[in-house]
């Protein structure tokens, strides 16, 4: 298949934030919106529970089977990494890529649990390597406004005191420094769909079009 115009690459821009706080919704108008304006565009998502590693996934999720933290760590990174040449592939065919979570939730997800032996630095080690995003829209709510919106359902992290520690390591990257912290663009999530979908907009719109116009280095 044949981008519609010759370009020299796509963008990869990645929306992360907690759970429920519109990611899904958001990266569908923002397919649409680039669609529309004639951006060769596809979504894509982690974790991507079709292969057998994402269905292994979507079972710890749903709490049907247990397993050591350090291995579905593991597991979740690999899930990115069983995609990494396509996402390579397509943005060189000059395909944006809008992905609904990262290996920025990869990190704080793991490193949310508190465990000795499994700091952020160790949850950010086998993540090295991956396709780096152009830009990450974060999309920034407060827990107690994510429960509001339907409340949560049985997933395994889908309790308001991870939430809360999540969201803390998630700002935290940003006062970091290093490759993350220059990543990450924050959204105020808060507010309604066509305002969060206005402010990724006024971001992501400069983005693909310095890229699509050459300005960006090649990944
Ligand atoms: N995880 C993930 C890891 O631990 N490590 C990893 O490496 C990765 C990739 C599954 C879990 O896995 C963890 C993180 C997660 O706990 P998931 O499948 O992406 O991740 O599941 P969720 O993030 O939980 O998906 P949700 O569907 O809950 O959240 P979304 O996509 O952020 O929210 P969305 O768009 O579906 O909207 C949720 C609800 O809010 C409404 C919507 O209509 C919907 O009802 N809504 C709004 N309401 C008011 N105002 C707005 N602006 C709204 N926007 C949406
Ligand atoms: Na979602």
Redesign the pocket.
Known sequence: QEPAKPVSRGAFIVVE???????????KKLCDRLYAEGHNVKAI???D?TSPIGKM?SSY?KCQTEMDDHA??LL??T??WEKAQWVKDQIAHGYTLIC????Y???V??AAKRLPSLSLAWARQPEVGLPRPDRVMF?DLDPEAAVK??G??D????KREMQERVRALFLGLLGRGGEESSDLFVVD?????E??AGSIWGEVGKVVNAVEGGKWLEL
């Open positions: 934030g907690l759970d429920r706080a519109g990611k899904s919704t958001q990266v998502g982690f974790p529970r996934i999720l579905i760590h979740f990174t899930n990115r609904d979570r990262y290996y939730s990869g990190i997800y793991s999309l919106r339907g949560y359902g997933e395994k992290y889908e999530a808060g507010v309604g769909v305002d969060v």
